[in-house]
């Protein structure tokens, strides 16, 4: 969703070109790919680390990604070697290319762990993790019984869009240091956007790599899922970003999606307020039973197409939830629609 101008800095006002690093400073360099969503296009990161390259993040596994890597690669700059593949999380954007990258260059893929499991599983299908239990979860919401299996699918493109996972990693832990050239970068997990997403911190370059968890101008799809359906992703997402308030006010912020920008206090402010002025709107209609599907039109005022609608339907189930866990409003089966979970103002 996007939100209001805000009085962010942008230090980088034109965007690198398909395998054209640019550079943001000495040693780490902006990439971009191109991505066949609404969101077109997915910002990754090389760091040179004494005499060879860490890459931040991989786009989608496909020919024009793939062609853009082997001119970043190939180039005359970039011969040296790949000595760590990093990947903020397990969404195929960001993932998608670490086995196709691990392959060429033998580097290792570094991630949490979590994020690795997480991939496993969507790649592969668990039962928690399929279309059908994602349909079910939806149906169980309210979305029309014959829309649910449309809409589920419409999200079930992992496997495409990454191809193949890489066959082992190095785990990331909260709190870790990466040794890159003379820098050392801090892992910073956070949660609500994924399950264990990581963030870097540079403190020698007053440089955070966001990753999705902090973008400049959409606001983090954050969702229920059926592998925890009662969860309250929003509450771990809000606890998560306020943690970039311990960073300096004036870290330069390299977010996955969108351009580079300074303010990430404002930017975790601007986020706090947008998803409370969501639960309130919400509390104002729950007066009267509501399910997640019969909140959509008060959370987003355009329409939304089977694919908006898969984000739509697990962002809206996180608000009522996160509601529900705070005792505002309180669930019960819908009297009308057997099977329905409906929630209603305490
Ligand atoms: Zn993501």
Not at 12 to 22: C, K, N, Q, R
Not at 123 to 133: D, G, I, Q, V, Y
Request: charged letters at 20%; one cysteine or more; proline letters at 6%.
């Amino acid at each position: 969703m996007t939100l209001k101008a805000s009085p962010l800095s942008f230090p980088f006002s034109s965007t690198p070109a398909i395998g054209i690093p640019s550079p943001i400073r000495k040693g780490i360099d902006w990439c971009r790919h191109q991505l066949p969503f609404a969101l077109d296009h997915i910002n990754t990161w090389l760091i040179e680390d004494s005499g060879s390259i860490v890459i931040v993040d991989t786009g989608i596994a496909d020919d024009i990604s793939q062609a853009g890597w082997e001119k970043i690669l190939g180039g005359e700059q970039r011969s040296s070697e790949i000595s760590k593949i990093v990947i903020t999380h397990a969404h195929p954007d960001h993932i998608g290319n670490a086995s196709w990258l691990h392959h060429r260059t033998k580097a290792s893929v570094w991630m949490t762990q979590s994020e690795f499991l997480t991939a496993q599983a969507v790649f592969e299908k668990s039962p928690s993790h399929s279309t059908t239990s994602i349909g079910a979860l939806f149906r169980q919401h309210g979305l029309p019984a014959n829309d649910c299996g449309s809409v589920a699918e419409k999200g079930d493109h992992y496997e495409k869009l990454v191809g193949s996972l890489p066959p082992s990693f190095i785990k990331i832990s909260e709190g870790d240091r990466l040794n890159i050239g003379n820098n050392s970068w801090q892992t910073i997990l956070g949660s609500g956007h994924s399950p264990e997403h990581l963030s870097l911190y540079c403190e020698e370059e007053n440089i955070l790599i966001s990753g999705d968890m902090l973008l400049p101008k959409i606001s983090t799809n954050v969702a229920v899922w059926p592998h925890s359906p009662d969860g309250n992703p929003l509450k771990e997402f809000l606890i998560s970003i306020d943690s970039f308030n311990h960073l300096p006010a004036d870290v330069l912020v390299l977010p996955s999606h969108g351009l580079p920008f300074v303010g990430a206090h404002q930017r975790v402010k601007e986020l706090q307020i947008h998803h409370e002025e969501r639960l309130n709107q919400i509390l104002s209609v729950c007066h009267e039973p509501k399910s997640a599907f019969q909140i959509l039109p008060t959370l987003f005022e355009r329409e939304l197409d089977a694919y908006q609608l898969f984000f739509a339907m697990g962002e809206s189930i996180a608000h009522l939830n996160y509601l529900c866990w705070e005792g505002e409003v309180q669930k019960q089966e819908s009297a009308t629609d057997q099977g329905v979970v409906n929630f209603i103002k305490q």
